[in-house]
């Protein structure tokens, strides 16, 4: 399954939200990570020109919101359901963190619609409505200010879904061209003619020197062009 | 390291922030995730009713926050600066995902603050506040629409800090004494006029050089002994 049908695939449940700002911001949130199936349980204010405003340019999650008035109601037709939940709680499923989850919820939605539902600011979910669900999940904040914004965890647990979506693994392709092997040769041939006749570089005194400028340069994994500037710079210095 | 030593190393650095609603959403994402130092270049508005509401108890972060006028001043003492940045620029040091960023971050406080600096809300980091740091980073979002929050962009990355300090054994090792910003700064300054003496610079003509030259050595991680070689090496050639 490709990354907009594994994220095209995950509601986000927010239940019995007091702030509609959390709302625009959970919009945006999604949007910026790829999803878009947002669920309001019961809702304190929605639509709401607030709600609106913080979306900024994410209207068409909060168009497209569905409205319900039970948790139960939102994950009908759902293969699998998360819970956040900041306390811990006396339950039978043992909770796990967000990145954790986040691949399994990914995974899951390989299945059939998955659901990750988020509590009110203040009260966080019922202990009724953590039991629908199928999983606890924590964000691993800090023991002493575990205050953690609604949109925020929103934000993160929307960016670990994508995360475990793209499973990146590496790092953006390099766009240059790196340099042969042969071309590196010639820059160190160089670079000691033009350290010599400088004076820098005496082979009797400095026999350390070489390994640590291999080491130096080595790491860089030069480019064609690269290895053309400081040859260029050399060529400069040798003349002067 | 323990865990809060390595996350009380990072100094998250707000440039030229116009919304106070922003500063006080990223004081409180910081406290969250357990980091501490705030560092304010030329905040629009600041101290802010706004930013002490959406900082929501996390009232030390801001009261402690440093403000001052140039990023230059926020990175002293710094070993190592990362900047967040959401285009891809020509010539800029390859981009790391957040994820791989946190890491380095992490694994390099062991030796010094490191910074983490975002740009505006709209314009985001001018090229020269991204040449100053030594990593761009980037935060996958949805190619459609990246229009990340600033406060999200600040908790979604103190999050991979914390997750990372939490796991040091998934960042990299660094086993070598980093060159810190000023020293780095100073090469520079003396590669410049060692370059321009010899008469292969010439600002007139190539534009294009320093660029190169800031993404190539930028990507060294230069270590405190390796920018003494190279200097004396500069030395050397501007003797001759």
Redesign the interface.
């Given at each position: 399954m490709n990354l907009d049908n594994a994220l095209g695939r995950v509601r986000v449940v927010l239940s019995r939200t007091s702030h509609p700002g959390n709302i625009g911001?959970a919009a945006?949130?999604m949007?910026?990570?790829?999803l878009s199936q947002l669920v309001l349980v019961a809702p304190q204010s929605f639509p709401d020109p607030v709600a609106t405003a913080r979306a900024?340019?994410?209207d068409d999650i909060l168009a497209n919101a569905r409205v319900v008035e039970t948790l139960a109601e939102a994950l009908e037709g759902t293969v699998f359901a998360a819970a956040l939940t900041a306390r811990r709680r006396e339950m039978a499923v043992p909770m796990k963190w967000a990145?954790e989850a986040a691949g399994e919820l990914v995974s899951l939605a390989g299945h059939g619609d998955v659901a990750l539902v988020f509590g009110n600011e203040t009260k966080g979910l019922s202990n009724e409505d953590v039991a629908l669900c199928h999983m606890p999940v924590k964000?691993?904040?800090?023991e002493?200010?575990?205050?953690?914004?609604l949109?925020?965890a929103v934000?993160?647990l929307c960016?670990e879904l994508?995360?475990a979506a793209?499973d990146?693994g590496a790092?953006?392709a390099?766009e240059f061209e790196p340099a042969t092997h042969e071309q590196i040769e010639g820059f160190y041939a160089h670079l000691d003619r033009?350290?010599t006749?400088?004076?820098?570089f005496n082979p009797e005194n400095s026999k350390r020197?070489w390994p640590?400028?291999r080491r130096?340069f080595g790491?860089?994994?030069?480019e064609k062009?690269?290895v053309n500037?400081?040859r260029?710079?050399l060529?400069?210095?040798e003349?002067?």
């Amino acid at each position: 399954m490709n990354l907009d049908n594994a994220l095209g695939r995950v509601r986000v449940v927010l239940s019995r939200t007091s702030h509609p700002g959390n709302i625009g911001a959970a919009a945006r949130a999604m949007k910026t990570m790829g999803l878009s199936q947002l669920v309001l349980v019961a809702p304190q204010s929605f639509p709401d020109p607030v709600a609106t405003a913080r979306a900024a340019g994410a209207d068409d999650i909060l168009a497209n919101a569905r409205v319900v008035e039970t948790l139960a109601e939102a994950l009908e037709g759902t293969v699998f359901a998360a819970a956040l939940t900041a306390r811990r709680r006396e339950m039978a499923v043992p909770m796990k963190w967000a990145r954790e989850a986040a691949g399994e919820l990914v995974s899951l939605a390989g299945h059939g619609d998955v659901a990750l539902v988020f509590g009110n600011e203040t009260k966080g979910l019922s202990n009724e409505d953590v039991a629908l669900c199928h999983m606890p999940v924590k964000v691993p904040v800090s023991e002493s200010y575990s205050s953690l914004n609604l949109g925020a965890a929103v934000q993160v647990l929307c960016y670990e879904l994508r995360m475990a979506a793209l499973d990146p693994g590496a790092a953006p392709a390099v766009e240059f061209e790196p340099a042969t092997h042969e071309q590196i040769e010639g820059f160190y041939a160089h670079l000691d003619r033009a350290i010599t006749a400088s004076g820098f570089f005496n082979p009797e005194n400095s026999k350390r020197l070489w390994p640590r400028l291999r080491r130096l340069f080595g790491r860089i994994r030069l480019e064609k062009d690269e290895v053309n500037i400081l040859r260029g710079m050399l060529s400069a210095f040798e003349k002067k």
